[in-house]
């Protein structure tokens, strides 16, 4: 007899989506009721409807047998779209917002990234991450497995190499997966006013190289817009990027259509990220250069923002869409993907089913991670969510609240709600 080295989730209303071969999404799922899964540390072994699962793989030969009572189970979220090394809050500048400032006018009066950055160059790397473990909590606390995170509050060499050294350190002790990617040309450091060519300069020459030589990214980023970065900048920063072995993503088109998701098209990025301005036209060239459109409705909802990504239209022609928080100080303060998934619905037309999918598998695409991770099917990894809802549908229509039960990352539990939350 085998040994008893596998577990088995019994009792589940078990949503997965399902991979195709190829970049465009069929956007197909299965729901097993009652399903079951096994799996062990390595990943999962089977899935299916539980009558079927049971006949050749009973409970009895298990190691450990989980049921969900019948509850919803799905794949751990994959927020691929995040901030998290920030030192202080900028809770003071909410209430700038509330009072009539726009992003603009808090980034002119010194606020914005550049308080974050004037902030984190401050905090030494053990402050920063005494911070970011408690973040990596509540993502996982909210159901979220895997993570993309940036840097991009130092702007300088060693302010950036220090926020993916902890982005590396906080990874090797917390369950969360961690992608990091380099962000350094995230704003024009006040240093460099005027002189934003020395900046990117700075950004290829010097702090690329040293993260690369580090292996402390997998992905390079660039914000472009108006303000910030241009389109032809914001190419040879993801160029450079891609020369050094970096793949590359990129904040575009959320505050105008300045050529973001051309850029993304023409070198080729794994994602595309915002494009709340982007053009109907550039959805094919989207499609045919395999770029992943990723929507952050948490920035559009705390911006007050009535225009949100073009997602229902995106879908139409093809696109994986993904959906991330764009967890950051300033524009989304959330690590919660289940408030992205209810904002994605009313705001964005997008079904339960297609804010699941584009949550998990496709989020998992736009970070390359789709190997492993954003479905419950064999030979990836068993991260996987057991909540207080019988239905997709629940996740978003029961918003604002906590409806994880618990966690499993890589097989082990890695959270589980309180007791009371249980009893539900
Ligand atoms: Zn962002």
């Not at 603009?104 to 402050?127: C, N, P, T, W």
């Not at 997998?218 to 072995?245: M, N, P, W, Y």
């Not at 990025?269 to 550039?282: F, I, K, N, R």
Request: glycine share 8%; proline share 5%; charged share 20%.
């Amino acid at each position: 007899m085998a040994d008893k080295t596998w577990s088995l989730l019994l009792d589940a209303e078990l949503f997965t989506p399902i991979s195709s071969p190829g970049f465009a999404s069929s956007w197909q799922s299965r729901l097993f009721s009652p399903g079951a899964m096994v799996f062990d540390e390595n990943g999962i072994i089977a899935v299916g409807e539980q009558a079927a699962i049971e006949e050749k793989w009973p409970r009895s030969q298990a190691a450990q047998v989980i049921s969900a009572a019948g509850r919803l189970v799905t794949p751990g979220f994959v927020d691929c779209h995040t901030h998290p090394v920030f030192h202080n809050l900028r809770a003071h500048e909410f209430t700038m917002r509330i009072q009539g400032a726009t992003y603009v006018d808090i980034s002119k009066a010194g606020g914005g990234i550049r308080y974050s950055v004037r902030d984190l160059q401050q905090a030494s790397e053990e402050q920063l991450l005494h911070v970011l473990l408690p973040r990596l909590d509540r993502f996982i606390a909210n159901g979220t497995t895997t993570i993309e995170a940036k840097s991009g509050y130092g702007l300088s060499v060693e302010a950036e190499l220090k926020s993916l050294r902890v982005l590396q350190r906080a990874a090797e002790q917390h369950p969360v997966d961690i992608v990091p990617t380099f962000l350094g040309a995230h704003e024009v450091p006040d240093a460099y006013r005027g002189r934003r060519q020395a900046y990117l300069d700075l950004v290829i020459e010097e702090m690329l190289p040293r993260v690369v030589e580090e292996g402390l990214a997998t992905f390079i980023d660039v914000f472009c817009e108006d303000h910030v970065f241009t389109a032809a900048e914001s190419r040879a920063v993801l160029e450079a990027g891609q020369k050094a072995g970096l793949a590359a993503k990129i904040h575009a088109d959320q505050l105008h259509d300045n050529g973001g998701a051309a850029v993304a098209a023409d070198v080729g990025a794994v994602s595309a990220d915002h494009l709340e301005h982007t053009p109907e036209h550039m959805d094919s060239r989207l499609l045919a250069a395999q770029v992943v459109p990723v929507m952050l409705p948490g920035a559009d909802f705390f911006l007050s923002s009535p225009i949100y990504g073009p997602a229902r239209r995106m879908i139409e022609a093809g696109l994986p869409v993904a959906l991330a928080t764009d967890f950051n100080p300033g524009t989304c303060m959330s690590e919660s993907m289940p408030m992205m998934l209810t904002l994605a619905g009313l705001q964005m037309r997008m079904t339960p089913e297609e804010t699941l999918i584009a949550a998990t598998l496709h989020s998992a695409m736009a970070i390359s991670a789709h190997d492993r991770v954003g479905s419950l099917e064999n030979g990836k990894q068993a991260d996987f969510v057991i909540w207080d809802a019988r239905s997709p549908a629940e996740l978003p229509y029961h918003f604002g609240v906590q409806l994880v039960q618990s966690v499993y990352k890589k097989g082990r539990l890695a959270f589980q709600a309180s007791a009371a939350r249980q009893r539900t």
